[in-house]
């Protein structure tokens, strides 16, 4: 089955630097990578996804890039904000016959004023 | 207002007492799914359903079970709790948007505690 990987598992950075999470996954038939975002004592929300027809995507202060030849793709968060604290999961999906979705471990990030 | 709920939302309980976990979701999705969460472990599918009638294992499908008998209901069964069983569950669903799945949305979580 599908097994993904994510590093860091924790990152701490100052307000307004950039942080970037990465991921690898094994399953070469998987086209659907999303990210979500958990805030404590809260249930997981998705900011962003991509599929395998592209290799960037950008939404405000959030990207994602996918490099499906070395199979593995990363978030990049911009200017962050002390709102941006959480846990963020990558994930991983064979799309065809909707397999299973498989996280990563998640990243504990941490944005200082 | 769009939703994905379940109950309890806290339950403890003791080894061997069966239980059930509800989900329900009001957004007409075609895909359901459970996880639990654990520490350091992430998030971990137990099992999932693309359609009424229609379930399959995920990653971590022993000692439970589901059924799938209406579209907007997914119960999560423990027929014989342990200890190992305590965790964090999440059921979540999907659409399908020309046949790739949509955006899947998260239940609040029941944090379930066996002794």
């Known amino acids: 089955g599908e097994n993904v990987e994510q590093h860091p598992s924790t990152l701490s950075v100052q307000e307004g630097d950039s942080a970037v999470i990465k991921c690898t996954y094994s399953?070469?038939?998987?086209?659907?990578f999303p990210w979500y975002k958990q805030e404590l004592g809260k249930r997981p929300q998705l900011i962003i996804d991509i599929r395998s027809n592209v290799g960037e995507k950008k939404d405000q202060r959030i990207a994602v890039t996918l490099n499906k030849t070395a199979k593995h793709f990363s978030l990049h968060i911009t200017e962050t904000q002390p709102e941006d604290s959480a846990v963020y999961f990558c994930?991983?999906?064979?799309?065809?016959?909707?397999?299973?979705?498989?996280f990563g471990k998640g990243t504990m990030l941490l944005v200082s004023p | 207002e769009a939703q994905v709920t379940q109950n309890p939302r806290y339950l403890i309980t003791v080894t061997g007492k069966k239980l059930t976990v509800t989900c329900s979701q009001n957004m007409n999705h075609e895909y359901m799914s459970w996880y639990r969460q654990d520490p350091g472990l992430g998030l971990r599918q137990i099992y999932y359903?693309?359609?009424?009638?229609?379930?399959d294992k995920g990653d971590v499908p022993e000692g439970y079970k589901v059924s799938r008998k209406e579209k907007r209901n997914f119960p999560l069964i423990l027929e014989s709790p342990s200890p190992n069983q305590t965790s964090l569950y999440f059921c979540?669903?999907?659409?399908?948007?020309?046949?790739?799945?949509?955006?899947?949305?998260f239940g609040p979580g029941t944090r379930l505690t066996v002794l």
């Open positions: 979540a669903s999907s659409g399908v948007r020309a046949g790739v799945p949509d955006t899947q949305y």
């Open positions: 359903s693309m359609n009424v009638e229609v379930t």
């Open positions: 994930a991983a999906s064979a799309l065809l016959g909707y397999s299973t979705l498989t």
């Open positions: 399953d070469s038939a998987s086209n659907y």
